[in-house]
Structure formats: structure tokens, C-alpha cells
């Protein structure tokens, strides 16, 4: 027997699509990826983006409080085992998760920890196969694989990761380590900008590092970041090294000139990439429509709908505009009625 539906990804979407999908008595079997070095080095293990960040302070329902006892009582032991100590300042990315995660479990919602490494959407039921060779087949899909941030690849931003080296200024950006202080944005995108202009509400200055003499940002974005009083763009610069240590994290990053002007050094205590994100659709090329950066297309406005009919895409993997946790489960949920409907009209 075929299963109903099948969820690939386990970040905000996938969970959130799980619920509705589990409640509506669809029985979701989701792939919520492997635990490989691979994975680990793209930044694309269970739980997504979320799993790589402290707290989460703009997902609605966790305000700032000690959610210990609640935590303790929520999330099944060995999940709760693996979390980072509570920090009671309201919900950590990975406490959310495995939030998310264990209320998905909780509505019957069958977990397994693999990836689906190929798909074939041109026969129906249809079939998927995991990276341990299982074969899977399914009535409909939701993809809900999420995108990850790109990054300069150094070892030293690497090692500073979640120690003031971030790729979500929206995320982090607030969090009391960059007040006050002189911070990086790394880009030169509308991304970019925003990045600079948010985190500039907080800092005491933040630089903009970009590789060549012009924005790639629109023109309006670009004014907004020259006029900015808090802004400096430093033109034509590449990053050689983020500075810091294990205690005091970011302290400063080493810039090289591309025109041969030399090498600088800035002290600086946080350090942002707005460097653009690839979705994690490798899997999928030739498969369904995507854009030319590889996003899945939505082919109905108001609907999670792909390019195949039964297969719909939720989160991030179709979302390269809002990219927020919370927009994501929002997706995440329209793409379970999405399916939970169309399977409905197959019967009819
Ligand atoms: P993007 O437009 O692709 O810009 C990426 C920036 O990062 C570029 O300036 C690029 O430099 C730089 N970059 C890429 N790889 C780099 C590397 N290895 N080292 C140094 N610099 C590197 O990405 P985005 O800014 O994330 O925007 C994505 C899409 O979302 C765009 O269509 C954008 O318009 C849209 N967006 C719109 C808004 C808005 O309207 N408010 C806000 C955010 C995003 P080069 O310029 O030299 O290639």
C-alpha cells in the first residue's frame, strides 16, 4: 500500500505540515534527513537552519521566560538529552524544533532519520528512495527541504559560528552581544543591505564588505545603505580571516584588498554573511520547476501547488523572499490542506 503522504525535510515547514497532515488522519511518514559528516558540513542536518541558532526571539508564543519544566515534560528523553542547557530566555532554534518535532510525533507523524536521495514524480503512486536504497511510494509529497545560507568557507568563520559569526541578522541580530558594538555584513545584495540597515538599529557601526565597487543591491536599497549615517561600505575588500576566540567569539575580521591596496584589520564583535542561500533541492533537478537559483517554483498564487499536481512545496525550498521561521510553518501548513484536499478530490 502506498503511503498518503510523504514529507521530506524536518525545519519549520516540514513539522508544521506534519501536524496538519497527522490531524487530518493522513498518517505522514516524514524524512527528517541523515546525521552524516556531509550534511554536517552543508549545514543541512535534521531540524534545518534553526537547529544552527541560539535563541529564537521572533517566533510568536515564546516570549522570554524559563521554559524548563515545560521542556522537561514536552520533548520524548532522548531529544531532551541531546538539547544544549535551557537558558531561560524564552526558546533556543533547537528547543523549538524539537518542539515542533515532538508535536508532530505526538499526532502519529512516523520519523525517519534519512534522506530522500531520488525521486520519480512520472509515475503514480510516486516513488521515492531513501539514502539506505529503501524504496518508498506515496499518493502525494510535500517537499519541504529548506535552503541553507551560503557561506565564505573559512576555517576561522567555521570555528565562530554561533559565537558572533551568523548568517541571519533578522534572527540574531537583536541579541545583546552586537549592542552597542561595531559590526560586519559581508555582501553586497538587496540581502545585504537589509542585513546593514537592521542591524544598524542596534550597533554602534556596521561595515559592509563588498567584493567589487558597485552594489549588486536595487538602487533604492543601494541609497538607503550609502546614506545610512551608521553605514560604511568598504569597497572591493575580501575576507581573509574572522578574529576571535572560543571566549570572547568574534573579535574582529582581517580584510584583503582586490585592487592591491592592501590588508586591514577591523575589531569588530559580530560578523554577518548576506552572501545569498542555495535551497536544498539537488535531488529534485529535472524533476519539478524551479528558478534559475534551483527554488522551487509555485505555480498558483495562494497555493503551495508545483509543477507536478500532487506534489506541493512548503518553506524556505520555495521561498526565497521571506525566508522566517514563521512564514515557513505558515507555508507548512498550507501545503497539508494543499494535499490533504487534492487527495480528498482524487477519491471524489
Ligand atoms: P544576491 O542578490 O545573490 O547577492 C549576493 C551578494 O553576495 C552579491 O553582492 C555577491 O557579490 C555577494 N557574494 C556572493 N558570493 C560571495 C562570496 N563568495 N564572497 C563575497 N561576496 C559574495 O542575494 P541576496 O542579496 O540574498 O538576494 C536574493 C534575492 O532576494 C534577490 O533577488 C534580491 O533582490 C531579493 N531580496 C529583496 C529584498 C528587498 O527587496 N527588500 C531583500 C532581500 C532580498 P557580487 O555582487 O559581486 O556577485
New binding site residues.
Given amino acids: 500500500m502506498p503511503e498518503k503522504v510523504i514529507i521530506i525535510g524536518s525545519g519549520p515547514a516540514a513539522w508544521t505540515a506534519a501536524i496538519y497532515a497527522a490531524r487530518a488522519e493522513l498518517k505522514p511518514l516524514l524524512f527528517e534527513g541523515a546525521i552524516t559528516q556531509e550534511n554536517q558540513e552543508n549545514g543541512t542536518l535534521p531540524l534545518g537552519q534553526l537547529a544552527l541558532t541560539t535563541e529564537v526571539e521572533n517566533y510568536p508564543g515564546f516570549p522570554t521566560g524559563d521554559l524548563s519544566a515545560y521542556l522537561d515534560s514536552a520533548i520524548a528523553p532522548p531529544q531532551r538529552k541531546a538539547l544544549p542547557p535551557h537558558k531561560k530566555e524564552g526558546v533556543s532554534g533547537p528547543e523549538l524544533m524539537e518542539l515542533m518535532r515532538q508535536q508532530a510525533k505526538n499526532f502519529g507523524t512516523r520519523v525517519t532519520t534519512d534522506d530522500i536521495v531520488e525521486v520519480d514524480f512520472d509515475r503514480r503512486p510516486f516513488r521515492l528512495t531513501a539514502s539506505d536504497g529503501s524504496q518508498h511510494q506515496s499518493l502525494a509529497v510535500i517537499v519541504a527541504t529548506g535552503a541553507r545560507a ?1 557561506y ?1 568557507g573559512l576555517p576561522s568563520e567555521q570555528r565562530l559560528k554561533n559565537r558572533g559569526v551568523s548568517a541571519c541578522a533578522v534572527c540574531d541580530g537583536a541579541l545583546p552581544r552586537f549592542r552597542d558594538k561595531p559590526l560586519v555584513v ?9 542585513e546593514a540597515d537592521y542591524l544598524a538599529k542596534f550597533a554602534s557601526k556596521v561595515y559592509m564588505v ?3 565597487d558597485e ?4 538602487k533604492i ?1 543601494a541609497k538607503r545603505a550609502m546614506e545610512h549615517p551608521k553605514i560604511e561600505i568598504l569597497w572591493s575588500r ?1 575576507v581573509d580571516e574572522v578574529l576571535g576566540n572560543d571566549e570572547e567569539g568574534v573579535t574582529g575580521c582581517r580584510l584583503r584588498s582586490t585592487r592591491g591596496e592592501g590588508e586591514q584589520e577591523l575589531e569588530i564583535s559580530g560578523f554577518f554573511l ?4 542555495t535551497p536544498n533541492t539537488a535531488f529534485l533537478r529535472g524533476k519539478l520547476a524551479m528558478n534559475d537559483a534551483g527554488y522551487i517554483r509555485w505555480t498558483t498564487p495562494q497555493r503551495t501547488y508545483t509543477s507536478v499536481e500532487g506534489v506541493f512545496a512548503a518553506g524556505d525550498v520555495a521561498d ?2 521571506y525566508r522566517q521561521a514563521v512564514t515557513a510553518a505558515g507555508t507548512g501548513c498550507m501545503a497539508a490542506l494543499d494535499a490533504e484536499r487534492w487527495l480528498a478530490a482524487q477519491q471524489a
Fill in positions: 551560503n565564505l559581508v555582501g553586497g545584495g538587496d540581502s545585504a543591505v537589509e563588498h567584493r567589487r552594489l549588486r543591491a536595487s536599497m575580501v548576506a552572501i545569498g542561500h526565497d523572499y
